[in-house]
């Protein structure tokens, strides 16, 4: 089976400064860290995070190992967000506005989270994101919609 992300090798590969920005910045935010996110790949309008299986984030014994769905969900945001910030350099805030999630097969592996920017706008940005597990199967799709809530800094 073709990898999934293979599809995103046109996008450019970010600089060395970004992918450490953007790491530390993943690394050191609460939620994140307590789920386990990590950051796999970066390029430019796309980000590829990881979430490693195990007992404390699934629905518990009577799930079969199954991921909660809120922690998937968690995971297509921000691996959204990190596509985002791939576009103004990690030097903008914004917000999510909307996400919306359709779940396809049971996260019973460890998991990826593909996200890519599809719509670049002056306020609202929009990201699609492929959750696939660890034999590159369709767990679920996701569509991000973000706010800017501040303007992007111009290079004087």
Same mark, same amino acid.
């Given at each position: 089976?073709?990898?999934?992300?293979?599809?995103?090798?046109?996008?450019?590969?970010?600089?060395?400064?970004?992918?450490?920005?953007?790491?530390a910045r993943l690394a050191n935010h609460p939620a994140n860290s307590l789920?386990?996110?990590?950051?796999?790949?970066?390029?430019?309008?796309?980000?590829?995070?990881?979430?490693?299986? %195990?007992? *404390?984030?699934? /629905?518990?014994?009577?799930?079969?190992? $199954?991921?909660?769905?809120?922690?998937?969900? =968690?995971? &297509?945001?921000?691996?959204?967000?990190?596509?985002?910030?791939?576009?103004?350099?990690?030097?903008?805030?914004?917000a999510t506005v909307d996400l919306h999630i359709t779940y396809l097969s049971?996260?019973?592996?460890?998991?990826?989270?593909?996200?890519?920017?599809?719509? %670049?706008? *002056?306020?609202? /940005?929009?990201?699609?994101?492929?959750? $696939?597990?660890?034999?590159?199967?369709?767990? =679920?799709? &996701?569509?991000?919609?973000?706010?800017?809530?501040?303007p992007p800094e111009t290079k004087s």
């Amino acid at each position: 089976m073709k990898n999934h992300k293979d599809k995103y090798i046109h996008h450019t590969p970010v600089t060395d400064a970004l992918f450490a920005l953007l790491t530390a910045r993943l690394a050191n935010h609460p939620a994140n860290s307590l789920l386990g996110f990590s950051l796999e790949e970066l390029r430019e309008l796309y980000a590829c995070l990881r979430l490693t299986h %195990r007992e *404390a984030i699934t /629905n518990g014994p009577r799930s079969h190992g $199954t991921i909660h769905g809120g922690i998937v969900a =968690a995971l &297509a945001d921000t691996a959204a967000a990190f596509a985002l910030s791939t576009a103004f350099e990690g030097k903008m805030s914004f917000a999510t506005v909307d996400l919306h999630i359709t779940y396809l097969s049971r996260a019973k592996s460890t998991i990826f989270a593909h996200a890519v920017v599809i719509r %670049r706008g *002056a306020r609202i /940005n929009v990201c699609e994101v492929k959750i $696939t597990d660890e034999s590159d199967a369709l767990v =679920a799709t &996701a569509t991000v919609n973000f706010i800017l809530t501040k303007p992007p800094e111009t290079k004087s």
